[in-house]
């Protein structure tokens, strides 16, 4: 597979079994991590591990979380992110540690860290794994995120669901990129995807 194969082929999938990456092999998918655009040299990624018993810990806070963020919370709901926090193979909490008074914008920093997460999805897929970017309302409790080492201002951009793909993958279809790409000649562009 050339590089350009392994980006054009490489989507998300939550159909995932053991194995997991290894430390090893999570190690070295995690150094892709760190090659992400980072203005000022942050580094504002944070990555906490979560793996055999510790997912059905985790799975018990994001139903506490749940139900602090709504307290309404249908019980199917619930139970669905209870499962799915409980059972996958490993899971990657993305933090980011953020300096709100530091020059850099924050949304600088928080793109940043997008940019080390989209890194990570792509290494998986290298390396014959694979994964999907899950967040919900839970990423915006602070309560949570101190519990997973990140107090604020540090927060959640989500989470990584990481293993195998069960199955056949099949890359789903994607857009022409030239509906989403317009030159500019010195007046405003117009892009074929906003044209009703």
Known sequence: MTPMDMLLTRASTDHLAE??????????ILAAAMRAPDHGKLRPWRYVVIRDEARPVLAERIVASMKRMDAEAPEFKIEKRRKRFSTMPLILALGMHLRPDHKIPLWEQEMAVAAAAMNVLNALHA????????SGD???????AAEL????????AGFLFIG???????????????????????K???????RT
């Not at 390396?127 to 899950?134: A, P």
């Not at 080492?149 to 959640?156: F, S």
């Not at 030239?178 to 010195?186: I, M």
């Open 19 to 28: 194995p997991a990456p290894s430390d090893a092999q999570l190690s070295e």
């Open 127 to 134: 390396t014959g794994f694979g994964g999907v970017w899950v």
């Open 138 to 144: 839970v990423v915006d409790d602070p309560v949570l």
């Open 149 to 156: 080492g990140l107090p604020a201002p540090h927060r959640l």
């Open 164 to 186: 195998t793909p069960e199955g056949e993958q099949h890359a789903p279809k994607r857009p022409d990129p030239a509906e989403f790409t317009a030159s500019w000649t010195g």
């Open 188 to 194: 405003p562009v117009q892009f074929a995807a906003d």
